[in-house]
């Protein structure tokens, strides 16, 4: 009995921190290039503004949050915010921000006053771009939990909370280290490290916007722009890390500096102070450069470790003619979740899934992948259906509709005890499965 006990107790240690770890690791994914980013743009700011820099950086950062919020509160309480259709507008807006702030440079030459007003404002408007992009889905990770959780109180609700402080925390330093460093270096250098970093940054969010603009039908399907939304989807670590590497040419640069101190001094006094400054210089970059190494650990040992997927049930048997899969109900009228596939012509298994709902004689029926998370599936556990990678739980009566994590809604129709779901439209989403 001892022994048992030990064990139970070691494998609920083992889970609450690896939901410590996920949320951590989570948090970081989605904090960390904002808050680098937004550290090399407010130092843009205070590069251009002036002797009224910290108003644009104060009303940048205020502004970005108050928005975030306002958005997260409108996503998780109604039905009214488009996510991806609010991030195609973020990017025009960060867009448009990036343009006209270097026609400002180029044009004004001589009003430097005005110009630097004019660029400080298209910085902030940049920064509260990359608040209102990348902060939502960070605050929006609380109600997630709590959907599945039901309490404040339960220990995976506080211990995900715990892993998300934990990413702030490494993120937020990691974008202060690298404001810090970036406002000692040369106007020129330093923007030039910001213009590769937003660059970067701005690739990312048009693989995502040529994305959004086929799911939506907005542009006709064309195969190169679905290769570059796939690739960018697939790869949002990657953009990270070149947007960390990216920033860290600043501690670089700075440690290379340091090390050839030529300012001139009058007395010990203005000798004692230079010396403190280059040694809070070094600090600050020493600190960017540890952020980074913890960056990179946490973003591919412990994501790998965190994000561990549980084995999802086989597919099951179901009877398949030239033009249809067909699943009779009675192999799935016990209410638990059942996995069915049909193998295309290119040797995918396209699966879906059927749940009966409860007190109900209707079925939730659905690709075995969504729009958000992919093709990894879901489970049942303890009678709810769970998103394999974010570990979301779904309502088992909105299962057959489009939203969030639900799976992605299938054409079938039910036909004398049997569900009958086309061939054709198992084949036209076959791109989504290995």
């Not at 702030?101 to 044009?107: E, K, N």
């Not at 404001?179 to 693989?207: C, D, H, Q, T």
């Not at 470790?305 to 699943?327: G, L, M, R």
């Amino acid at each position: 009995m001892f022994c048992y006990i030990q064990m139970a107790d070691e494998v609920w240690i083992i889970d609450k921190e690896k939901e410590v770890l996920k949320y951590f690791v989570l948090s970081t994914e989605q904090l960390l290039p904002m808050m680098l980013l937004t550290g090399l743009l407010l130092a843009g700011v205070k590069f251009v503004g002036g002797d009224i820099y910290k108003r644009f950086q104060w009303a940048a950062v205020v502004i970005g949050l108050i928005s975030a919020v306002v958005m997260t509160v409108f996503k998780t309480t109604t039905n009214k915010v488009d996510t991806a259709m609010w991030n195609v507008r973020i990017y025009a807006l960060n867009l448009a921000a990036l343009i006209l702030f270097v026609l400002i440079s180029l044009i004004i030459r001589k009003q430097t006053k005005i110009r630097g007003i004019l660029q400080s404002v298209m910085l902030s408007l940049m920064a509260v771009a990359m608040l209102l992009y990348f902060l939502p889905p960070f605050l929006e990770n609380p109600h997630t939990i709590l959907f599945a959780e039901q309490s404040v109180l339960s220990a995976t609700f506080l211990y995900s909370i715990v892993g998300m402080c934990f990413g702030l925390i490494l993120s937020f330093v990691a974008g202060l280290a690298v404001y810090k460093g970036n406002v000692r270096l040369s106007p020129k250098l330093g923007f030039a490290v910001m213009f590769i970093a937003i660059l970067i940054n701005m690739a990312n969010e048009l693989g995502d916007t040529l994305g959004v603009f086929l799911a939506k039908r907005v542009i006709k399907t064309n195969h190169t722009i679905f290769t570059i939304a796939v690739f960018t989807s697939n790869n949002k670590i990657m953009f990270t890390f070149a947007i960390v590497l990216a920033c860290l040419a600043v501690p670089a640069v700075l440690f290379v500096k340091s090390r050839h101190v030529n300012e001139p001094y009058e007395n010990n006094a203005e000798h004692r102070k230079i010396k403190a400054k280059w040694k809070n210089i070094k600090r600050w970059s020493f600190t960017a450069v540890v952020c980074a190494v913890f960056s990179f650990v946490t973003l591919t040992a412990l994501r790998v470790y965190a994000n561990q997927e549980i084995e999802i049930s086989p597919v099951e048997d179901a009877k398949v003619t030239k033009d249809s899969v067909i699943v009779t109900f009675d192999q799935v009228s016990d209410g638990h979740l059942h996995r069915f596939g049909y193998t295309t012509d290119k040797g995918k298994t396209v699966r879906f899934i059927v749940i009966k709902k409860p007190n109900s004689s209707a079925y939730g029926i659905g690709l075995d992948a969504c729009d958000i998370c992919g093709e990894t599936g879901y489970y049942e556990r303890e009678g709810q259906v769970v998103c394999n990678l974010c570990n979301v739980v779904m309502n088992i009566n909105t299962i057959g509709f489009k939203g969030g994590c639900n799976p992605i809604v299938i054409d079938y129709k039910i036909q004398d005890g049997n569900i009958i779901v086309p061939i054709a439209e198992l084949v036209k989403h076959e791109d989504i499965f290995k």
